[in-house]
């Protein structure tokens, strides 16, 4: 099958590797929740080779990162996992959780089925990492997000960028505590937590 592309993969994939690089220098086993089409999977798991790097997504994307996975061959990348946020989830265990442009894409019972999922796959010590556009103090941090909010919306209702100090609340009930707020290219934000 031919590959699916997002040239924003490939646009934020470096800001992103030098966070993970920092951030994850510890980590050993990393769950991608919502890995698309698989560029930042094989990007960072051929960056990061001590971290073997799991996908996941749910079933319709998985034929398209298979095929970034199988092309690439790079030893710390298992087959990719189905994950719905509001199913079963998979039964695993990781001490870091990844997720890029997703929280915007869902809709917020989504994304509280996400948070609510994380405790059961979490070991002690875990760090989770989300990448992607945030609202501060419920002000957008920029002219072009509020922009891109718009547009979002217009596209479907149950799409929008999303507040920091609502995800942060459900970090928190998740048993989340948060340790930075890194300043992305293109007014993106790294949202990183770690448990408590």
Known sequence: MQKPFSQACERNREPICQVLTT???DRRHVLEIGAGTGQHAIHFAAALPHLTWQCSDRA?????????????????TPAPLMLDVCDTW??????????????????WPEVEQLFAGLPAI???GAR????????IGGQ???DSNALFDAHLRAEAPHMGIRDFEAVNALAHAAGLRHLADIP???NN???LWETI
Not at 60 to 76: C, K, M, S, V
Not at 130 to 135: N, Q
Request: proline share 10%; charged share 10%.
């Open 60 to 76: 319709q994307n998985l034929p398209g990162i298979r095929a970034w996975l199988d092309e690439a061959a790079l030893p710390n």
């Open 23 to 25: 951030h994850f220098s």
């Open 140 to 142: 957008h941090t920029s």
């Open 189 to 191: 934000r790294c949202q």
């Open 122 to 124: 979490l070991a002690p």
């Open 184 to 186: 992305m290219p293109a």
């Open 90 to 107: 998979p039964q695993l265990q990781v001490d870091a959780v990844y997720s890029a442009n997703t929280l915007h894409i869902m809709g």
């Open 128 to 135: 989770v990492l989300i990448y992607g556009p945030f609202r």
